[in-house]
């Protein structure tokens, strides 16, 4: 039986839908709820909040990260087939993911709760590096001669971080997911 090429179209629509649909819930990781609603029941909740927003704000720029590099990919094929289609599945079920792990580092000070979402975007990453693989090895999607051409070494600096900062949430808690916000200088200078 032939491989079937399809259009791509239909698959950047629903990992943007579902990307826009995991942004959106993340923000409701933030508890805004007061037993009663009066003034020093909001000063004692800002600082919850606040460790709320922060992990809200690591996961959006995250989420952004990926959007940008699942465009990145896309804009550099010409035609997917179901094999690609199952990886972004993978990769968008991961995705989907993002609130309620988001919900849970907010929610929870454990370093259990820090490692449950840093390997969230571990597998998240591991996916988009899958789909680079996959894409190269298929030269029948109409791949670019940029994607044959981009640097595996930046293909590791996210599971790499994210491999330090699951280690490093024991001594660090859920700090250690600042570091993400160093991706991209790190992938900028070895490109």
Known sequence: MRKAILGKNRI???????????????????????????HESLVEAIPGMLNQLRHYIIAFLTLANFWIAQHYIMDRIRKTDAGLNWIVMTHLL???????????????????????????????????????????????LGVDKEIREHRWLSMIVFPGFSVLIFFLAWPLGGWATL?????????????
């Open 12 to 38: 950047e629509a629903l990992f943007d839908g579902v990307y826009a649909i995991a942004i959106t819930l993340a923000v409701l990781s933030i508890d805004v709820n007061a037993i009663v609603p009066t």
């Open 94 to 140: 991961f995705i989907a993911l993002i609130p309620v792990t988001t919900d849970i580092i907010g929610n929870f000070q454990s370093v259990l709760a820090v490692q449950i979402f840093v390997i969230n975007l571990f597998l998240i990453s591991l996916t988009i590096g899958f789909e680079l693989t996959y894409i190269r090895n298929h030269p029948d």
């Open 179 to 191: 570091l993400y916000l160093l991706i991209p200088f790190v992938r900028k200078s070895i490109n």
